[in-house]
């Protein structure tokens, strides 16, 4: 090899072992932005989906607990109840409204949670509960929440259900008055007003200086329930004013004995699987049609018990858990069992180590097969 060739070969080679580490540098550098772009751009969720975010508070369908606090055991009941999972499993499970039926405690500046009665079922006194609802809320700032204070007519002093709130420290997140036009979910959530109070009792409203318990029969439109096993699912009341907000009671309750005392409405813990599975989403679609406002809550007795959760998924449009191509065929329909298990909603992931490895060694090759044939043409 003559002198001006090897001269050449030494600076190819000298060229190629600074070039190289250099080109792999920017490269690595070019990926890691690329992938710190794909993470600041992850979506933001409210009530744990992105497509919920612009959506007005009133076009949005909740589920809620009916008596809420009311637990009882499903296999050795002690006393009858509403739910069989309390309050923070009923949050963690994406439950959204609670119901709870306030009465006084053991003096006036108690309030307790009763269903149907403190001697029946005593879900023990309301601070308590607001605390729970607080520490949830306080780790899941991006869910909306709706408490009904239910009890018209109750014998709670208003004064201590309001500082309930304010010592509970609940009342941060509660969103002040009924507003003409709702706020979307993420409006509340950018303003941490995450917490809406509808307060049935009138006197319990107007106890509220800070106005964040909205009356509830100014705002909301309760449809007819609950009903007895066997009932058909209605429909009215038809004469709405001026409420934006609609809530259907579905539970079924019966006539039964306690202690030697005889109640009308309690739970009736039977055939959920149907009650709370087609015809929940059959209720709800069979009211909406005869109704100008959407529908808002679906209230619910052991909601943990056949499915809620799917069809509310469907009634606000949104891809359901494990979603794929098949489960829109029609059932008589003999799907492909090898069709593929396609997500409605892929999410877009950072790229992994082994793909940048992969990605930069593709490249460092590509590199050096370039210089050594540079070389070979010297």
């Keep these: 090899m003559s002198s001006t060739r090897q001269v050449h070969a030494r600076r190819a080679i000298w060229s190629l072992s600074t070039t190289v580490p250099t080109m792999i540098m920017a490269i690595l550098l070019t990926i890691l932005q690329l992938s710190a772009i794909v993470v600041s751009a992850e979506t933001k969720l409210c009530n744990q989906h992105e497509e919920l975010c612009s959506r007005p508070y009133n076009d949005v369908t909740f589920v809620s607990t009916h008596a809420s606090f009311a637990l009882t055991s499903q296999k050795r009941p002690k006393a ?42 005593d879900g023990g006194n309301l601070l308590d509960t607001l605390k729970v609802v607080k520490k949830w809320m306080d780790s899941n700032k991006n869910d909306v929440v709706t408490i009904f204070l239910e009890g ?49 009792d009138s006197s319990i409203a107007a106890a509220n200086s800070k106005g964040y318990f909205i009356p509830y029969g100014d705002t909301v439109l309760k449809l007819e329930g609950p009903f007895n096993y066997g009932d058909e699912w209605t ?8 409420q934006s907000i609609m809530l259907i009671p ?10 030697g005392v005889t109640y009308n409405n309690m739970p009736y813990p039977f055939n959920l ?3 709370n599975g087609y015809q929940y989403e059959f ?10 406002i959407w529908i808002n809550f679906m209230q619910v007795d052991f909601y943990d018990q056949g499915d809620v959760m799917t069809p509310t998924l469907k009634l606000n449009s949104l891809p359901y858990k494990d ?44 590199t050096t097969l370039s210089f050594v044939f540079d070389m070979l043409r010297i």
């Design 250 to 259: 579905h539970f079924i309750v019966q006539t039964a004995s306690y202690n």
């Design 323 to 366: 979603d794929s191509p098949e489960n829109f065929y029609p059932k008589f329909f003999d799907a492909d069992p090898e069709a593929p298990n396609v997500s409605a909603s892929p999410s877009l992931s950072p790229l992994s180590a082994a793909h940048i490895l992969v990605l930069v060694g593709c490249l460092c090759m590509t």
């Design 283 to 292: 209720h709800a679609v069979t009211c909406r049609g005869g109704q100008s």
């Design 273 to 275: 699987g149907t009650t």
């Design 152 to 200: 018209l007519g109750t014998d709670a002093s208003p004064s201590a259900v309001v500082k309930a709130f304010t010592d509970s420290g609940l009342d941060n997140y509660a969103l002040k008055g009924a507003p003409k036009t709702w706020p979307t979910l993420e409006s509340m959530i950018d303003d941490g007003t995450t917490l809406v109070v509808f307060a049935e």
């Design 235 to 242: 429909c009215g009341p038809w004469n709405r004013t001026t």
């Design 80 to 121: 009858p109840g509403t739910q069989y999972k309390g309050i923070e499993d009923q949050l963690k499970d994406g439950v959204r409204g609670l119901h709870l039926n306030i009465m006084q405690g053991s003096s006036a500046s108690e309030v307790s949670l009763c269903y149907p009665d403190c001697t029946v079922n």
